[in-house]
């Protein structure tokens, strides 16, 4: 079965991406990653990260994908140097440059060749697998039939992986150059300011101020905004054209969108392992975390990719609490929104007990004190019931 990959934007969300099911996680150091306003990684970080999940039995992928200038060399050939020590399993690399220089100095690592060098096509993945690359990302702007056609021109030893989830860019592959036109930040080397997200308004030259009507409601037209991907319901078709890695996107998201993504797509090719029908659930349970309208991108006509109406992520559900652990004194969580006496929870959970509900009955301080209205943050709370829940496994409440 193909690789379940997921983002990691910090040490709470690659233990929330393996306790949900994720078979590798991809994450970035303090320097060379595309998201230069996520937490991400020291170096000591990435190798008790990379302890974490080989103990595990997972993988572990460092983005060193920026566009870099010839300052930054020095540092990258160290940096390759450190990672290969540090165990990591590939590294995600965009700029053909430094593929030459981690094969040079860092012999052992992975290389896997990021969405952002672009690939579009069965002649460029082929030069990619003579460069010795193990994996090619490809760009996301393919349909079916073209992501076929590429898996068919490599050897077995050469993979391929798609994003299947997340945000999506108006540029080719996300090589943006708007966010450094506006505002001076390079998207190219992790700095994005998302100015695809903003308002815009559009006028004729000759007509001075006055603007052209656009699809728009009150807030006004983001026609450079795109919908959010989502492939769940077509696992079994990319399965079959030979896919092997589905990659989340979201290192920037919280740990409740890494656990509700992982859980959903993990439980699908659960099912299409075991020859099972689609299970609709896993597609309703992601309007649970925070998202765009969905499409299905490039996959098949990439006729319904823009959404004109809002830039503003939505869902249906708040995550409430994450689960620390269960004893005698109930279930241990620690409240991440507000909630009272009353509430009724949902459970996200791994197992069995996901999508059951917990009435909030009784719940207690630290101190054994009864609290009616949980609204100190990361007040650490028991709640009385009987539903049995994991390290990881978190409580949410319906919004809407």
């Known amino acids: 079965m193909a690789e379940l990959l997921a983002p990691a934007g910090n040490m709470q969300k690659l233990n929330t991406a393996v306790h949900f099911g994720a078979d590798a996680v991809y994450f970035g150091g303090q320097y060379f990653g595309l998201r230069a306003f996520s937490e991400n990684f020291t170096e000591q970080e990435i190798i008790f990260a990379l302890d974490i999940l080989h103990k595990a039995g ?4 460092v983005t060193v994908n920026i566009y870099p200038k010839d300052d930054d060399f020095a540092l990258l050939k160290d940096y390759f140097v450190f990672l290969q020590s540090a165990g990591a399993d590939g590294v995600i690399i965009s700029d053909i440059g ?3 220089l981690c094969k040079k100095y860092a012999p052992d690592l992975e290389i896997h060749i990021s969405t952002q060098a672009n690939t579009l096509n069965s002649y460029t993945a082929k030069f990619w697998q003579s460069m010795g690359a ?3 990302i490809l760009a996301r702007e393919l349909s079916l039939k073209q992501i076929t056609e590429i898996r068919n021109a490599l050897d077995d030893k050469t993979e391929i992986e798609i994003f299947v989830h997340g945000a999506m860019c108006i540029s080719y592959s996300g090589r943006c150059l708007l966010s450094n036109y ?3 930040r390079d998207s190219n080397r992790g700095e994005c300011v998302q100015a695809c ?23 006004g ?4 905004n795109s919908k959010d991907l989502n492939l769940i319901r077509h696992l079994k078709e990319l399965v079959n054209a030979g896919v092997n890695s589905f990659k989340i996107e979201g290192r920037m998201k919280s740990e ?15 099912d299409i392992e075991k020859g099972r029908e689609f299970d609709e659930n896993h597609y309703r349970e992601l309007y649970k975390t925070s998202h765009r309208k969905f499409t299905t991108g490039f996959l098949f006509d990439g006729k319904d990719t823009q959404n004109y109406e809002s830039s503003v992520a939505q869902s249906d559900y708040t995550f409430i609490a994450n689960v620390l652990s269960y004893d005698k004194n109930g279930l241990k969580v620690m409240q991440r929104n507000r909630f009272k006496k009353g509430d009724c929870l949902e459970v996200l959970s791994r197992g069995t007990n996901h999508n059951k509900t917990i009435l909030i009955e009784k719940m207690t301080d630290e101190q054994g004190c009864e609290v009616e209205d949980a609204k100190a943050v990361q007040q650490i709370l028991y709640i009385k019931t009987d539903i049995m829940l994991e390290k990881y496994d978190m409580l949410r409440k319906k919004s809407i």
């Open 58 to 61: 997972k993988k572990g992928f």
């Open 98 to 100: 430094v593929v030459e």
């Open 134 to 136: 193990k994996r090619i």
């Open 182 to 184: 506006l505002s001076g």
């Open 197 to 219: 997200r903003w308002r815009y308004e559009i006028r004729e030259a000759e007509r001075k101020g006055d603007f052209l009507m656009l699809e728009e409601d009150s807030q």
């Open 221 to 224: 037209s983001y026609i450079l």
């Open 256 to 270: 409740y969108y890494v656990g509700t993504v992982v859980n959903s797509y993990k439980r699908a090719l659960a």
